[in-house]
């Protein structure tokens, strides 16, 4: 059996733990806070409804994020009188372990129909990445529409 000098052991446990630190989980820029303060961003998209769960699926998803909640996905009290209005709003967290909240509601029925999309991101908002999470949202969007089913693009 061949004793290795304590020395050369210490020596090798210091090495591998320095490597096994340099390595981390480096987080890549989907996920890094702009910096750019926002109060949410709103925009308008056209789309059908049962499909605002998978683009918001695939939006998180291409930036890192998670959904970890959903609710409101029936009618809530019209409105207008006559006009039912659907809701949904989705809970996110980023790579960074930030909040971030989806709220969508359309006063129409039939699809495709007029769908407004509220989105912040990080406690104080992020217009940059809320800015890129409606892009991507919208963009699957419209692949889905008057679709079952579509294959997802290069992001």
Request: hydrophobic share 60%; aromatic share 12%.
């Given at each position: 059996m061949i004793r290795i000098p304590i020395k050369?052991?210490?020596f090798a446990?210091?090495?591998?733990s320095c490597l096994a630190g340099l390595s981390g989980c480096a987080l890549d820029n989907r996920s890094r806070s702009s910096g750019v303060l926002s109060e949410g961003t709103t925009?308008?998209?056209t789309g059908d409804w049962n499909d605002v769960e998978?683009?918001?699926q695939h939006a998180a998803g291409a930036l890192e994020m998670a959904v970890v909640g959903e609710a409101g996905?029936?009618?809530a009290p019209a409105e207008v009188v006559g006009v039912p209005t659907k809701r949904c709003r989705f809970e996110l967290v980023t790579g960074g372990d930030e909040p971030a909240l989806v709220r969508c509601w359309a006063q129409e029925t039939g699809d495709p129909r007029?769908?407004?999309v509220f989105v912040k991101v990080?406690?104080?908002g992020d217009?940059?990445?809320?800015?890129r999470l409606l892009s991507l949202f919208g963009a699957r969007l419209t692949e889905l529409r008057g679709r079952e089913w579509a294959p997802i693009g290069r992001r």
């Open positions: 050369i052991q210490i446990m210091v090495l591998v925009q308008v998209f998978a683009s918001v996905f029936g009618l007029e769908i407004e990080g406690e104080f217009a940059v990445r809320e800015q």
